[in-house]
């Protein structure tokens, strides 16, 4: 909740909530963010929505650099017990369940592109056929609310490392069926905990839950873990993301 600013209109920092609850989230300026809080801080002029707007990408741009540089790619999430795994997991999208529009799998193919020796894409039953792995963990929201899901897939490393990608570049960029995409770090694409999943509670995913294939990360908010996931890039050029060029943390690490 936005604190008063000593009569000053809240208007502005209400059309940047998004950001400035992003900021909180990550424990910036937690429940402190105000005009008067601004004013202060940054010198910024509050009647100006471009500078209140600067304001609050850079302290959401610097956020982002220091969760890179504390992040641990070696250091595991929480796991859970199957008595605790939430059945069916709970739906997610930038639209309503009824909005969904299922991916046939027959045709499906994942393209590759950028930093990747063998770009031929690949099938359902390519990725049936890979080393599987299952991960209980928790999926947390960017809204707030969460749930622990049991996921299995193949681990993202070691799909990386089968289609010969560039593991030194910087970057996995995803795009998908509904027109979502998101882009992560590569330490992050590496971790022990990253897949890319198939199933869920050992069933196979479920069309409103990212059939035929979706990110499952333990280190990063839910948006960041894409589902209907139709491309994979690897490159040392940052891609944005649905949410990210609305202003949300582009690390969004846990």
């Known amino acids: 909740m936005f604190k008063p600013a000593g009569g000053v209109d809240q208007t502005i920092l209400s059309e940047q909530a998004h950001l400035v609850a992003s900021i909180n989230r990550r424990g910036l300026l937690r429940g402190a963010v ?83 020796s063998d770009k031929r894409p690949w099938n359902v039953s390519q990725f049936a056929a890979m080393p599987q792995e299952e991960w209980i963990i928790r999926h947390v929201c960017v809204e707030g609310w969460d749930y622990v899901g049991q996921w299995s897939g193949v681990n993202l490393r070691v799909f990386l490392e089968k289609i010969g990608a560039d593991t030194t570049a910087a970057y996995v960029n995803f795009r998908c069926a509904d027109g979502y995409t998101s882009s992560i770090d590569m330490p992050t694409a590496l971790h022990p905990q990253t897949i890319l999943a198939t199933k869920y509670a050992r069933e196979t995913l ?7 294939l979706r990110l ?15 491309g994979l890039e690897v490159s040392n050029t ?3 993301g649905y949410w990210e060029d609305r202003g949300y943390n582009w690390f969004s690490g846990l």
């Open 34 to 116: 105000s005009l008067g809080a601004l004013t202060m801080l940054t010198g910024c002029d509050v009647s100006n929505d471009e500078q209140v707007r600067g304001v609050l990408k850079r302290v959401s741009a610097w956020n982002d650099r220091v969760q890179t540089t504390l992040f641990d790619p070696n250091k595991l999430a929480p796991t859970y017990s199957e008595a605790e795994v939430l059945k069916p997991p709970r739906y997610n999208a930038y639209y309503p369940i009824d909005k969904v529009k299922p991916v046939d799998r027959t045709v499906w193919r994942l393209e590759l592109t950028g930093l990747v």
């Open 206 to 212: 479920a069309d409103p839950f990212g059939a035929p």
């Open 216 to 230: 499952r990360t333990a280190t990063k908010l839910g948006f960041k873990n894409p589902k209907w996931i139709t």
């Open 238 to 240: 940052r891609g944005g």
